[in-house]
């Protein structure tokens, strides 16, 4: 049996190869969208990918199922367990497609593969059980939790009403994740390794590590919420449900489009290198938004495209500020650093589900166009003076709600981030806002967010010392 682990460092997420090297066939799990990729890493092992699995409905990356299923040849294996309301509906009546419930089985070459159901993170999540019969085992070596259980963390129990809007499912959802915890790994050896569906910097979970697999005795020994969930049930539902990120706004889209369906495009689009003129005759379109991918943000706020929003592209804020601030539908223009960066930078829109790229121009050939004409007022945080700004207009706080509750600035209010589109109507468009979150890099993307809707904001930019140790303790990128 061949095993290797895909993982996507900005979404920090886990896909598998599974691989039979005596029949030549391969399963894949939780692939991305761009399944090119997973394709390349099959041949290279000599291998053909004949089975697709998916854990369940996934919140924070379009699922590459779809893809894959233009091969009538190639296996679906979806859950059948979950409910009407978290049934997949977008293979219809697809050959080769396989509804599993509780305790299916189905073999890849000589590996064995059960699915369990383990609600709690969704309705209708699966794990899939590993076990290598072409080897000679009689037990399984692998877990894949999915959004079940994660190295550190558990799955969040509370998305299908923070992102998806179930009213009500919040702490149902977390004493059945509980239940599944409890009940669904005591036959396990300690010996099974588990393979997740995300590592730290996922928000997914509140406490990921960075690991890229685990044991489950490692886990029962030093997952916090696992060892909770196994001893004190109600200390457990508290426990996962406080403290959450709020998600990007993006998470209730992946929620629809993975159970009904997103058009299927056989690969990553590839729009044009445009010209200063083209770029600037598509920039003027009322539907066009401007994404500025570069990591320095004192660059982006000295001289970038007006109404561009700053979106670092080697960072999660990247498919963060994308999925927070734009629509599946819009049309985007992007200015990158590099003409290399064009294919990373159209992978994660992609994989989050954003078709609708107009074209790119690089940095250079902007500013040498006299594109990048517009500055963002800053403020570097030693320099700031709350007392001062509060005469001024308003200190809107953009870290998560947890983050604030544990300490802000005097007279702050919170706006997380990835809500911020949510509740533009609560900010006063006639008073200046100074956006603060403890190191700047979120507050760079709120306040180009603000400024790209026609409000009058301030870049609070730098470290306080507090606010990053908030960060840190709670595990935020920040």
């Known amino acids: 049996m061949l095993l290797r682990q895909i993982f996507d460092p900005y979404l920090a997420q886990y896909a598998y190869l599974i691989g039979c090297q005596r029949s030549g066939d391969a399963l894949i799990i939780d692939p991305e969208r761009d399944i090119d990729r997973c394709q390349k890493l099959a041949a290279e092992n000599g291998l053909r990918i004949t089975a697709v699995a998916e854990t369940h409905i996934h919140a924070d990356f379009v699922s590459g199922g779809a893809e894959f299923a233009r091969d009538p040849d190639v296996h679906l294996y979806l859950s059948a367990e979950g409910g009407p309301d978290w049934t997949y509906k977008w293979p219809g009546d697809r050959p080769n497609t396989h509804f599993l419930k509780d305790g299916g089985v189905f073999l890849v070459g000589n590996i064995r593969i059960e699915a369990i159901h383990t609600p709690g993170h969704t309705p209708e999540h699966m794990s899939y059980l590993i076990t290598d019969i072409g080897g000679g085992a009689d037990q399984p070596v692998a877990l894949a939790t999915g959004d079940f259980v994660f190295v550190g963390d558990v799955g969040r129990p509370d998305l299908l009403e923070s992102a998806a809007g179930q009213k009500g ?12 915890l409890h009940d669904r790994l005591t036959p396990f050896a300690d010996f099974l390794q588990i393979l997740p569906a995300h590592g730290a910097g996922s928000a997914c979970g509140k406490a990921l590590g960075a690991l890229p697999t685990t044991t489950l005795g490692y886990e029962r020994r030093f997952n916090g919420a696992l060892k909770l969930a196994l001893t004190d049930r109600d200390a457990f539902v508290k426990e996962i449900l406080a403290g959450q990120p709020e998600p990007p706004l993006y998470f209730a889209t992946m929620k629809r489009v993975n159970r009904d369906g997103i058009p299927v495009t056989g690969g990553v689009p590839a729009p044009p290198h445009l010209d200063a003129a083209e770029f600037r005759a598509l920039a003027a379109g009322k539907d066009a938004h401007i994404l500025d ?33 734009l629509a599946e539908a819009d049309n985007i223009l992007l200015v990158l650093e590099s003409e290399p960066d064009a294919d990373l930078a159209l992978r994660q829109l992609y994989r989050i589900g954003f078709d609708h790229i107009a074209g790119w121009i690089t940095v250079q050939e902007a500013q040498d166009a006299g594109i990048l004409s517009t500055g963002q007022p800053r403020v570097d945080f030693p320099e700031f003076n709350s007392a001062r700004a509060l005469l001024q207009g308003e200190i809107i706080d953009v870290r998560t709600t947890a983050e604030f509750e544990d300490g802000h600035l005097d007279g702050a209010r919170s706006f997380p981030y990835t809500r911020l589109k949510t509740r533009l109507d ?9 956006i603060h979150c ?41």
């Open 293 to 325: 991918t570069r990591e320095d943000r004192a660059a982006f706020d000295a001289a970038h495209a007006a109404y561009a929003i700053h979106a670092p592209l080697r960072s999660p804020f990247f498919s963060t500020a994308a999925g927070s601030y």
């Open 169 to 180: 499912v919040m702490e149902p959802s977390a004493r059945q994740l509980q239940t599944s």
């Open 438 to 478: 403890g190191t700047g890099k979120r507050a760079s993307l709120a306040a180009s967010f603000l400024v790209a809707e026609g409000f009058d904001a301030v870049h609070i930019d730098g470290v306080c010392a507090e606010c990053e140790r908030i960060a840190e303790a709670q595990g935020i990128a920040h």
């Open 426 to 434: 609560e900010l006063p468009r006639d008073r200046r806002l100074f």
